[in-house]
């Protein structure tokens, strides 16, 4: 049961359709993703370009919702959802989330009817306050309704142990793309990223470091400019891809710092990310806050072969990014250590570049849809076992 469409998920429910024996049906509770829906990070409307829908068995429980979305509790009310799930009578049921109307509504249905619930989830606890002590334990109460959780990282599963899940109960199952869609050796994607370059004028051997999303405070793209405009680096581009409500400020902040050379790009859909992470020397996500769970896109990165820069806040930071190893690390709020990892960052990879990104593919190699499955599967005949 998910909340809509996604260009992550869709397609590993297509693949355990194919790679497994499992009966999969998918319950969407809105149809944003297929359907054009404005997204107010990204301030437009849009639809993604990939197929989200084929290859598995799945249905849209209509959604009541005054005003549809994941803003707020009351976005997902689908009153029809228990009747469609007895429809279907699962054997289990993985949720994809708590904090929403229909969801309280499907875990009542689940405790009622003796169907084992599974969580996955993707919150974690980094840069935040211990939590207030209403909030530990509603938390351990919720989860105490979940015959087994998967976790999708490391601190994903100290945030569930943090509200007592005990370990017999979590399954590592980790966050993963369609690496197909990410491959390096698809010729496709490097023409479009030559043919981009040359549209942009950059020239060859030019670096470029990219910050890809939406363009929000929380995402800190300001520190980032901020960064790269202190550092000064020679022969350098900044270049952000996509919109928000900080476009116009960062581009009239870029335009004043003249001659440093900061590049601006629209919002790319799913076919066109490839491309663009294929200019990169290094990727950067800059996150503030608990603002980033995960950071799906240090992953298609990482599957291209390109080394991120991270704040210690960026949810797959301990999973993905190593210091020094896979990447560069750090501490978020604090201007003068990103300016220095970025400067860090740009001398190491112009003497290793071969190196960072062998050592990039080698440490994304064990996040795939495969590993992912296993952990599932490994959840599934836990909370079937006899006793």
């Known amino acids: 049961m998910l909340s809509h469409p996604t260009q992550y998920y869709s397609p590993w429910f297509?693949?355990?359709?194919?790679?497994?024996?499992?009966?999969?049906?998918?319950?969407?509770?809105?149809?944003?993703?297929v359907a054009p829906r404005r997204d107010p990070g990204f301030r437009t409307a849009f639809a993604w370009d990939v197929d989200l829908l084929s290859g598995y068995a799945a249905e849209f429980v209509p959604n009541r919702a005054r005003r549809p979305g994941t803003e707020h509790f009351w976005g997902l009310r689908n009153p029809?959802?228990?009747?469609?799930?007895?429809?279907w009578r699962p054997d289990a049921v993985l949720m994809f989330g708590y904090n929403y109307a229909a969801h309280l509504r499907?875990?009542?249905?689940g405790r009622r009817r003796g169907v084992p619930l599974v969580f996955r989830g993707d919150s974690h606890l980094l840069g935040q306050p211990r939590p207030a002590p209403l909030k530990r334990a509603a938390l351990r109460l919720l989860y105490r309704q979940f015959a087994a959780v998967t976790y999708v990282g490391a601190a994903n599963r100290a945030y569930f142990e943090a509200f007592g899940v005990p370990a017999a109960r979590l399954h590592?199952?980790?966050?993963?793309?369609?690496?197909?869609r990410f491959d390096p050796a698809d010729p496709a994607p490097r023409a479009a990223a030559a043919r981009l370059r040359a549209e942009l004028g950059l020239p060859?051997?030019?670096?470029?470091?990219?910050?890809?999303?939406?363009?929000?405070p929380r995402k800190a793209p300001g520190a980032l400019l901020e960064a790269f405009l202190a550092a000064a680096p020679a022969d350098t581009t900044l270049l952000f891809v996509g919109d928000g409500e900080e476009r116009a400020a960062l581009a009239a902040r870029a335009a004043a710092a003249a001659p440093a050379d900061v590049r601006f790009l629209p919002f790319a859909n799913q076919s066109g990310m490839p491309a663009r992470y294929l200019l990169a020397d290094v990727f950067v996500l800059p996150?503030?806050?608990?603002?980033?769970?995960?950071?799906?896109?240090?992953?298609?990165?990482?599957?291209l072969g390109v080394p991120c820069l991270v704040s210690d806040v960026v949810g797959c930071q301990r999973d993905l990014v190593t210091d020094g190893e896979?990447?560069?690390?750090?501490?978020?709020g604090d201007p003068a250590h990103l300016r220095a990892k970025l400067t860090e960052a740009l001398a190491a990879l112009e003497r290793d570049p071969a190196g960072f990104r062998a050592?990039?593919?080698?440490?994304?190699?064990?996040?795939?849809?495969?590993?992912?499955?296993?952990?599932?599967?490994?959840?599934?005949?836990a909370v079937r076992a006899p006793g």
Request: no cysteine.
């Open 172 to 180: 590592f199952a980790p966050h993963a793309v369609d690496h197909r």
């Open 14 to 33: 297509a693949w355990l359709r194919a790679e497994t024996a499992l009966e999969l049906r998918v319950f969407y509770l809105w149809d944003f993703g």
């Open 287 to 303: 996150s503030e806050g608990n603002a980033e769970t995960w950071g799906l896109a240090v992953n298609e990165a990482m599957h």
């Open 204 to 216: 060859a051997g030019r670096r470029v470091v990219l910050f890809a999303g939406k363009l929000v």
């Open 359 to 381: 050592r990039v593919t080698a440490r994304i190699a064990g996040y795939t849809y495969a590993q992912a499955t296993a952990g599932l599967l490994q959840a599934l005949a």
């Open 106 to 109: 499907a875990i009542a249905w």
């Open 326 to 332: 896979t990447g560069w690390v750090f501490r978020s």
């Open 80 to 87: 029809a959802l228990p009747a469609r799930l007895a429809a």
